[in-house]
């Protein structure tokens, strides 16, 4: 067992506190929030996560973490270790750690991004957001595929200097923070949300409202969000719907795991273009050679249009 991991010590919170909130939905008249056999299709996924993923940690981010640590930062004779750039390889004093865990959040908010604007890699996250709830129990409803390529988008951390254990103690802490994210108990915190993403903000992102789509990809933090044109507060006025637009409208794991790959392979198949075949894969979620489906933007842009056409109209949930 991997004491230096959080998440060691996390896993029995999250169990105890999706059974509290459950237990107080139901006692409070919020039958709406849990529903059972989402509960179950989370669950099972999430302890999924729970077995393959610390499988694949040792291979794909261990692995990688160490080799790209110790080719950048070689150790000399007299045991310190110089990166390839000519400085002194980081140690671990307080403020490193600090620096880790902002290098981390900043590498979240583009690892998440790249969650939703690369169609391939969105297969893998659109596990997360198929529930039509919004709970704790949704926090564990995590893909299984993710694993395979999230370690590369942190490889450049221990490239740069900071030890590979610094960085999968802050990969730790930074899920242990989005899962407490996900509760509609918690209201908006004034002062807080003008620095951290915060409960009201992860809802947005969980929206498929469509003025909502792709926003708030933060960890930590929210002003990655706000520097990169992708924050956007919750509208108290707006009716939220939880969700994807095309959900895969099955409890079954198998089926809300894979899902999404199916769709891009019979996505392929509507074209002969190589291009257009790879922009199936490799492009963003709801493009098509032939305008038939469209993108997060220009849904976006059609959105805004229809506002000016109607500027009483408060919100869109796309068919």
Do not use: Q, R
């Given at each position: 067992m991997d004491f230096t991991n959080p998440l060691v010590y996390g896993v029995p919170c999250f169990i105890a506190f999706i059974l509290l909130e459950?237990?107080?939905?139901?006692?409070?008249?919020?039958?709406?929030?849990y529903q059972w056999k989402d509960l179950f299709a989370s669950g099972f996924m999430g302890v999924g996560s729970a077995?393959?993923?610390?499988?694949f940690k040792v291979i794909f981010a261990i692995f990688l973490f160490e080799f790209t640590y110790e080719f950048f930062n070689p150790e000399s004779l007299d045991g310190t270790r110089t990166n390839v750039f000519g400085y002194t390889s980081f140690g671990y004093a307080w403020y490193v750690w600090l620096l880790c865990q902002l290098a981390d959040d900043f590498t979240y908010y583009w690892f998440h991004r790249a969650n939703h604007e690369i169609r391939v890699l969105w297969a893998a996250h659109i596990v997360h957001h198929s529930s039509d709830n919004f709970n704790l129990g949704t926090a564990v409803r995590n893909g299984w595929f993710t694993i395979l390529y999230k370690p590369l988008f942190y490889m450049w951390m221990p490239a740069i200097g900071f030890p590979p254990e610094m960085?999968?103690?802050?990969?730790?802490?930074?899920?242990?923070?989005q899962f407490q994210l996900h509760s509609v108990y918690v209201p908006k915190m004034g002062f807080i949300e003008k620095i951290f993403n915060t409960h009201t903000m992860h809802q947005v992102h969980h929206a498929q409202n469509v003025e909502y789509l792709d926003k708030n990809h933060g960890g930590f933090l929210n002003f990655f969000d706000k520097i990169f044109g992708t924050w956007k507060e919750l509208d108290d006025s707006i009716d939220v719907q939880y969700g994807v637009i095309h959900s895969p409208q099955s409890y079954n794991p198998m089926v809300i795991l894979t899902h999404e790959y199916?769709?891009?392979?019979?996505?392929?198949?509507?074209?002969?273009?190589?291009?257009?075949?790879?922009?199936?894969?490799?492009?963003?979620?709801?493009?098509?050679?032939d305008g038939s489906t469209l993108t997060v933007r220009q849904q976006q842009r059609e959105f805004e249009k229809q506002k000016e056409l109607n500027p009483e109209m408060a919100f869109n949930r796309p068919n």
């Open positions: 459950l237990t107080y939905s139901k006692t409070h008249g919020d039958d709406h929030l077995i393959i993923g610390p499988l960085v999968l103690v802050c990969l730790g802490i930074e899920a242990l923070w199916k769709d891009i392979w019979n996505d392929m198949g509507k074209s002969k273009k190589l291009s257009d075949k790879l922009m199936y894969v490799f492009g963003p979620p709801g493009w098509s050679h």
